[in-house]
C-alpha cells in the first residue's frame, strides 16, 4: 500500500521522464503481481532502457502471462533500436515459451542466444536445458 502512495505522490511532484524512477515502479508492480499498472508506467515513458523492457518481459512471464511476455518482447525487437536483448532477457523469455510450449519461437529465440554468444552464461544456459527438456 506505502508503494502505491509513493507512486501517486511521484505521478505529482516528480518529473515524468525520470527513466530510473519509472523502471523501479515497472519492478514494483510486476514484483506484486500487478501487471496492469505496471504496464501503464510502462507505456507512458517516453524512453525506455534494456532494463525497462526486460522487467516488463519478466514481469509477464512471472506473473503466468507468457503470451504477452513474448509479444512484449517481440515489440523491443521491433521498436527498441539501442535495445539489445541480454541474458536476462532471454531467460525470461525462453521461460515464457517452455510455460507456453512455443517450440518454434523458442528456436528462434535460441538462434539468437547463440548469435549473442550468451549460451555459455549460466542463467541462459539453464533456461535453454528447461526449455528443450
Do not use: P
Not at 515524468?16 to 515497472?26: D, G, I, Q
Not at 523469455?93 to 512455443?102: I, K
Amino acid at each position: 500500500m506505502e508503494g502505491r502512495l509513493i507512486h501517486g505522490h511521484l505521478l505529482t511532484n516528480v518529473l515524468h521522464s525520470n527513466a530510473y524512477l519509472n523502471t523501479n515502479l515497472v519492478i514494483f508492480y510486476s514484483k506484486l503481481g500487478d501487471m496492469v499498472n505496471s504496464r501503464k508506467v510502462f507505456d507512458r515513458m517516453s524512453e525506455r532502457s534494456l532494463v525497462t523492457w526486460t522487467a516488463l518481459v519478466s514481469g509477464y512471464s512471472q506473473n503466468g502471462d507468457s503470451e504477452e511476455a513474448l509479444v512484449v518482447f517481440s515489440a523491443m525487437h521491433r521498436i527498441g533500436v539501442n535495445v539489445k536483448a541480454n541474458q536476462f532477457t532471454y531467460g525470461s523469455t525462453l521461460r515464457a515459451c517452455t510455460s507456453m510450449m512455443c517450440l518454434d519461437r523458442g528456436k528462434q529465440i535460441q538462434g539468437c542466444i547463440q548469435k549473442s554468444r550468451l549460451v555459455k552464461n549460466l542463467s541462459v544456459h539453464s533456461a535453454l536445458v528447461d526449455f528443450v527438456v
